[in-house]
């Protein structure tokens, strides 16, 4: 578990299936992620493949708040299609959105990966466009170093390393 002042991180279960299915089933935050929904049938099955799946330090976190348990999202450490880097890569409730959540969420799963799971490097990707989400890398600490493409999506790429994250600390 992970917890930040007013969130907490923590592995999915079971429990969380209804909230996931109603995050990964809201058109406006799934515009900017790559899979955009599906049906009804896909959205369902990719979440219990997600509940399913622990690969230790990699994986999804569902985002709580820590006053009262209730869910703002999840984040994930998650291996990159291609290659050996990581990706950070979240989703939020719009009831999270503009309120800092998905800044603190992505600061406390940056400073997990490198502080606890060792990572040298992160990188994440979101659509040009998506600027909120920008803002949250940027505020990360993540830098922006190009576009790239992902999966069948042209992105802008972004990075943080361990000594980047360590001169923050």
């Known amino acids: 578990m992970i917890e930040t002042s007013r969130l ?3 592995r999915l279960r079971p429990s969380d299936e209804v909230a996931l299915i109603a995050l990964d089933s809201d058109v406006e935050v ?4 790559g899979l955009r929904g599906g049906t009804p049938e896909q959205i369902v099955s990719r979440v219990r ?3 399913g799946t622990d690969h230790g330090a990699l994986g999804w976190w569902l985002v709580e708040d820590k006053a009262d348990g209730a869910f703002q999202g999840i984040a994930g450490l998650l291996p990159m299609p291609e290659g050996p ?3 950070l890569a979240y989703r939020f409730a719009r009831a999270a959105w503009g309120r800092g959540i998905a800044t603190e969420a992505a600061v406390a799963l940056t400073d997990y990966a490198f502080a606890g799971a060792r990572f040298a490097r992160l990188v994440a990707v979101t659509f040009p ?3 909120p989400s920008r803002r949250v890398l940027e505020k990360a600490d993540f830098a922006y170093d190009g576009m790239t493409d992902y999966k069948e999506f042209r992105v802008a790429h ?3 390393t361990t000594e980047t994250w360590g001169a923050r600390r």
């Open 85 to 87: 880097d990581i990706e």
């Open 158 to 160: 972004f990075t943080v």
């Open 30 to 33: 799934m515009r900017y992620i």
């Open 8 to 10: 907490r991180l923590r």
């Open 49 to 51: 493949e997600r509940i």
């Open 129 to 131: 466009e998506n600027t």
